[in-house]
Structures are given as C-alpha cells and as structure tokens.
C-alpha cells in the first residue's frame, strides 16, 4: 500500500515563500508521474503541479506558473513544492498525489492519480 505524507504548509504573509514535502512509503520498482492539487474552502479541488516518471516534464496551473516549482527525489522518496511569491489566492489545503501506471497525458486530471496525502495547510495572509 502507497502512503503519501505532506509536510511544510502553515501561516505565510504575501510575498513570502514556502516549501512543502512529500514522502512517498510503500512504493516498490517503477516511479509514476506525481503532482499537486489544493483545495479551498468551499472550492473544488484544483491541479496546481505536476511532473513525470523521468522528472524531465513539469507541468503548471496558469495561476501558479513562475511562483511554484515542483521537483523529486526518487532516491528519497520525495516529492517536492517550492512556492515564492505567495499570494492570499494560493491559502489552501495542498494535496500531494501519486499515479499508479505510467502515462503521458492528463496530469491536470485528478482522476488520473491513485494514491493521495492527508493535505498540509498553506495560509498566506494578506
């Protein structure tokens, strides 16, 4: 069973940066396109980052796309999210998730991805 465990949200003021973490458990053999979604209150869930098997393909929500950097570290388990410039917009539960076969397409899906964190809490205050 693959377990995903988000850490690294909390209170930021607007401007400023944080980085979350995701460690991937359970996971044997092949690595599998990985992402990020986030949620707020009252929202659907929405894509925010992807990035391939490889590592080599990045994918970005428009809204997101020169602030965030999404990156891994199969060798540790991890995924990563580095977000800069932080907008109250960005305040959400972020979700690190794990697909369960490999494919080029789709990554801005939720519905693709199989496996899912418990969220972490990015609040950016204005």
């Known amino acids: 069973q693959v377990t995903l465990v988000e850490s690294g949200g909390g209170l930021v003021q607007a401007g400023g940066s944080l980085g979350l973490s995701c460690l991937v458990s359970?996971?044997?053999?092949?690595?599998?396109?990985m992402g990020w979604f986030r949620q707020a209150p009252g929202m659907e869930r929405e894509f925010v980052a992807a990035i391939s098997w490889s590592g080599r393909n990045t994918y970005y929500a428009d809204s997101v796309k020169g602030r965030f950097t999404i990156s891994r570290d199969d060798a540790k388990n991890m995924l990563y999210l580095q977000m800069n410039s932080l907008k109250p917009e960005d305040t959400a539960v972020y979700y690190c998730?794990?697909?369960?076969?490999?494919?080029?397409?789709?990554?801005?899906?939720?519905?693709?991805?199989?496996?899912w964190g418990q969220g972490t809490q990015v609040t950016v205050s204005s």
């Open positions: 359970g996971r044997t053999g092949n690595s599998y396109g």
């Open positions: 998730t794990s697909r369960s076969y490999y494919s080029g397409s789709g990554f801005t899906d939720a519905s693709t991805y199989a496996f």
